[in-house]
């Protein structure tokens, strides 16, 4: 089972581009990168999968290095309502159980 | 669409009681499971279910009951409640061969006096 390391916490402002990387060391080969996010009270929400280079969405890219060691979640022109705590997983699509970390606490200011 | 329903979504409980969290997915997805989430800390693993009929152990079982008669409804029982439950309980809901993509619940916050 891959180990993440992510930043405990991050601070940004309004309107700027906020990069969180997560660090997986010992990515297997079958493994995917997927991110969540959990607003306060509610329940983690899907944002992002991917297994290498770049994806994109509507709310976020994720980039992924060739190694796949680690990778960067990216969101664009970020607003207060992206105050969230982002979490990082990596595991393969078949395993049964996702394994959530402690996450990066993003705090937006205005 | 309703996605994952959870039901009480505030519950306050004595010592020694005993209580049902209901779960319950209009997505038809065969895999579900209940998580854990304690003040600043991820979600730890308590019961999953691959299918109706099939359930198993996560990381945190011990005084959890589950079953799965239905695909739909995953319910958690807490046998005899204690302190240390005090939590904030998620269910989820996924695709089998997609289970990175899950749907959560909106939790239930759960104090056991």
């Known amino acids: 089972l891959a180990k993440t390391t992510q930043p405990i916490s991050m601070d940004s402002y309004e309107g700027q581009e906020v990069n969180i990387t997560c660090s997986h060391n010992?990515?297997?080969?079958?493994?995917?990168i997927t991110w969540y996010q959990q607003f306060p009270s509610q329940g983690p929400r899907f944002i992002i999968q991917?297994?290498?280079t770049k994806v994109t969405n509507e709310v976020a890219s994720l980039f992924i290095p060739a190694d796949r060691k680690s990778s960067t979640l990216s969101l664009p022109r970020v607003s207060l309502s992206d105050t969230a705590v982002y979490y990082c997983?990596?595991?393969?699509?078949?395993?049964?159980?996702?394994?959530f970390g402690s996450g990066t606490r993003l705090q937006v200011q205005p | 669409n309703a996605g994952v329903t959870q039901t009480p979504k505030f519950q306050v409980l004595k010592t020694g009681q005993s209580m049902t969290l209901q779960c319950a997915q209009d997505?038809?997805?065969?895999?579900m499971s209940w998580y854990r989430q304690d003040p600043g800390m991820g979600l730890r693993l308590i019961h999953y279910?691959?299918?109706?009929?099939?359930?198993d152990q996560g990381e945190v079982p011990n005084g959890y009951n589950v079953s799965r008669s239905t695909t739909e409804d995953f319910p958690l029982r807490l046998l005899s409640a204690a302190p240390s439950q005090t939590s904030v309980y998620f269910c989820?809901?996924?695709?089998?061969?997609?289970?990175?993509?899950?749907?959560f619940g909106q939790g239930t916050r759960l104090t056991v006096v």
């Open positions: 989820a809901s996924s695709d089998p061969g997609q289970l990175t993509e899950a749907f």
């Open positions: 010992n990515i297997a080969t079958n493994d995917y």
């Open positions: 991917g297994y290498k």
């Open positions: 997983l990596v595991g393969y699509t078949g395993r049964r159980a996702l394994t």
């Open positions: 997505m038809n997805h065969e895999y």
């Open positions: 279910s691959v299918g109706a009929g099939i359930t």
